[in-house]
């Protein structure tokens, strides 16, 4: 089975600070994703990545970074966290394009 | 721009009902549309996979159709448990977007 993993699956931060969020996955998928997830607006899009050290801005990147040294990790920051960052941040990783993503268990992210 | 819109936004039944959930698009020129589950405060589920130029996918009790030039999918339960209830989300991918397009989901309760 496909295990994507999260680093935290509560997280609290004070306002200002950097923050880290680590996603792996085990099965050797090209791509990889980090959305948030909040009431009422769904899954947004952060960024995704289609390869090691390569990365796509998604549908609401402003305030964040990724990372993606290694195939199986891709890292999301927050640079300067501030409180409408407070989320649900879920991370998936899939093959190439048509094939079913999986999800890690998600961090509920909390900036305070 | 390509838009998802799931109805009903929240559905109860009782056990054992048959039932149907509904999701639309606005643009037919999908790659794929895909059905998932997710249980409160929970990353999400892959259910079911729907390939452009298939019509239907059965898992278990669940299938789900498509019908492209409608721009319609639905999900079909059988016999609902209360195990079911959750959160069901329709995504669609077009073309050579990695991209997926959520729609807001349905809330299902099944009650014993």
């Known amino acids: 089975d496909v295990k994507v993993t999260q680093s935290s699956r509560y997280l609290v931060k004070r306002t200002g600070e950097k923050v880290f969020l680590e996603c792996v996955q085990d099965?050797?998928?090209?791509?990889m994703f980090w959305y948030r997830q909040d009431p009422g607006l769904g899954l947004r899009l952060i960024y995704f990545?289609?390869?090691?050290?390569?990365?796509e801005k998604g549908d609401i990147p402003e305030g964040y970074s990724v990372s993606r040294e290694k195939k199986e990790r891709f890292s999301l920051i927050l640079e300067s966290a501030s409180t409408n960052q407070t989320s649900m941040y879920l991370c998936?990783?899939?093959?190439?394009?048509?094939?079913?993503?999986?999800f890690g268990p998600g961090t509920r992210l909390t900036v305070l | 721009k390509q838009e998802v819109t799931q109805i009903p936004a929240a559905l109860s039944v009782p056990e054992g009902e048959n039932l149907v959930l509904n999701c639309s698009f606005t643009d037919s020129a999908i790659y794929n549309l895909q059905w998932f589950r997710q249980d409160p405060g929970k990353g999400l589920t892959s259910l079911l996979l729907i390939q452009s130029s298939q019509r239907e996918q059965t898992s278990g009790r669940l299938n789900a159709s498509l019908d492209k030039s409608s721009g319609r999918s639905t999900l079909y339960i059988a016999a609902s448990q209360p195990g079911d209830s959750a959160t069901y989300l329709c995504?669609?991918?077009?073309?050579?977007?990695?991209?997926?397009?959520w729609g807001l989901g349905t809330s299902l309760a099944v009650n014993p």
């Open positions: 099965m050797d998928h090209e791509n």
């Open positions: 995504a669609v991918s077009g073309g050579n977007n990695r991209k997926l397009i």
């Open positions: 998936a990783s899939s093959l190439p394009t048509g094939y079913t993503q999986y």
């Open positions: 990545s289609y390869d090691v050290k390569m990365k």
